[in-house]
């Protein structure tokens, strides 16, 4: 650039002293110089784009049902239950029977050898009296019929007891098995038995309270 003026400037000189009269040149506008032109590049527009992420799946919950109290049947081999215990009640008889005592005596009166005398508590534990109650006296050696095989009791009210004596023919000092047996005119029965007269022994108090009433102890 500067070669370029210095040569027009030399031109212009050259040219007014060839024609006379010289002429001021133009004045051009001085260029202040200038560095090393700067070398302006295109700006690159870089984009940067997001990497793009991998669309997790949507996940859909499912309402769970709704629990029910279904039960669960039992594992293993069913056990029976145990039996549990149920107390019993045996019902008391109406009519029952009681050996007091048992002896052995002479009877010369009815001409008789031994014979045996067997006390016997009949009690009523039912709700009404029982009337005729006749008791009867077997043994197991028994020979003839003696008068006072049987006795009776007119009325046994309810809740009480009466004290009979009994009397057979027996065996002469023999051991013997008893049995005595009772009905009422309600159509009530009972039976007991002994198998030894002798280990009933006879209670001495026995003959005072023969045919007496009294209320069950």
């Known amino acids: 650039m500067e070669r370029r003026l210095a040569g027009i400037l030399f031109l212009t000189l050259l040219l007014a002293a ?8 133009a ?9 090393t032109p700067r070398v302006l590049s295109p700006t690159r527009t870089i984009l940067w784009e997001s990497p793009t992420l991998p669309v997790s799946p949507t996940l859909t ?37 009681l050996f007091s005592g048992c002896n052995t ?47 009776c009791a007119a009325a046994l009210p309810a809740l ?21 047996d009772v009905v009422s005119e309600q159509g009530i029965t009972a039976s007991a038995s002994q198998p030894s007269c002798r280990e009933l ?3 001495g108090w026995a003959s005072a309270k023969v045919g007496v009433l009294e209320p069950i102890p």
């Open 18 to 25: 060839c024609g006379g009269t010289p002429s001021l040149p």
């Open 27 to 35: 004045v051009l506008p001085t260029v202040p110089p200038t560095g």
């Open 61 to 97: 919950f499912a309402p769970s049902p709704a629990a029910t109290d279904t039960p669960i049947p039992p594992t293993g081999t069913p056990t029976s239950p145990l039996p549990t215990d149920t107390p019993t009640h045996t019902p008391v008889p109406p009519l029952a029977i």
């Open 105 to 151: 005596s002479l009877d010369i009166t009815h001409s008789m050898g031994e014979v045996t005398n067997a006390y016997v508590t009949l009690r009523n534990y039912g709700s009404s009296a029982l009337t005729n109650l006749c008791a009867t006296l077997s043994a197991s050696d028994e020979a003839r019929a003696h008068p006072d095989k049987t006795q």
């Open 160 to 180: 009480h007891q009466i004290l009979l004596k009994l009397t057979v023919d027996t065996g002469f000092q023999e051991d013997t098995s008893i049995q005595v």
């Open 201 to 203: 022994g006879f209670p």
